[in-house]
Every structure is written in structure tokens, then in C-alpha cells.
């Protein structure tokens, strides 16, 4: 059974940093590229940033593009979302999941079928 915990959220100015965390069990992360989304209040869960198995390709939505970074340790089954400059339109639960590749993530196709909780991120202006 595959569970997704994401972690790190909070209450945050504009400006500010947080660096999520999301631990996954029941695979193998090392097989699978590995994504952040994010939901915020009356939108669709959006793709933001994608990592290849490897750790050698990454994506990243325009949006975010700059300001957030995307890691992962596969020995550890874990990936991270370091998250700076944070803006109040970052506002939003932010999941993990995974896909055979980056392309997936990005078009939110095959995906895992497990979610996570979520973590909030609340960015105050």
C-alpha cells in the first residue's frame, strides 16, 4: 500500500521560505519521477515542479520558475520542495506523487492513485 506524507507547511510573509517534505512508502521512489502540485481554494490541482528518477532533470511551472527548488533522496524515499520568496498566490495545499516520467507529472497523467494529506502553505501579504 503506498502512502504519501507531506510535511513543512505553515504560515508565512511575502518574502519568506519554507522547504517542504514528502515521505513515501510502500514503492520504490528510485523508479519513478516525483512531483510537487498544489490546490488552492476553487482551483484544479496544478503540477509545480518535477524531478526525474535521477535527480537530473527537473521542471518547473512558470509561476514558480526561480523561486523553488525540487530535490530528492532516493535512499532515504523522500523528496523536498524548497520553497523562497514566497508570494501570497503561493497559497495552496501542496501534495506529492509520482509517474513513470517527468511528462506525466506535468500533464498529471498516470499518476499513483494515492494522495497524501497535503501540507497548507499560507503566504500572508
Known amino acids: 500500500q503506498v502512502q504519501l506524507v507531506e510535511s513543512g507547511g505553515g504560515l508565512v510573509q511575502t518574502g519568506g521560505s519554507l522547504r517542504l517534505s514528502c515521505a513515501i512508502s510502500?514503492?520504490?521512489?528510485?523508479?519513478?519521477?516525483m512531483g510537487w502540485f498544489r490546490q488552492a481554494p476553487g482551483k484544479e490541482r496544478e503540477a509545480v515542479a518535477a524531478?526525474?528518477?535521477?535527480?537530473?532533470?527537473?521542471h518547473y511551472a512558470d509561476s514558480v520558475k526561480g523561486r523553488f527548488t525540487i530535490s530528492r533522496n532516493n535512499a532515504d524515499n523522500t523528496i523536498y520542495l524548497q520553497m523562497n520568496t514566497l508570494k501570497p498566490e503561493d497559497t495552496a495545499v501542496y501534495y506529492c506523487?509520482?509517474?513513470?516520467?517527468?511528462?506525466?507529472?506535468?500533464?498529471?497523467?498516470?499518476?499513483?492513485?494515492?494522495w497524501g494529506q497535503g501540507t497548507l502553505v499560507t503566504v500572508s501579504s
Open positions: 506523487n509520482a509517474a513513470k516520467t517527468i511528462a506525466s507529472i506535468v500533464s498529471r497523467e498516470n499518476l499513483l492513485d494515492a
Open positions: 510502500g514503492i520504490s521512489i528510485s523508479s519513478y519521477a
Open positions: 524531478i526525474s528518477w535521477s535527480g537530473g532533470s527537473t
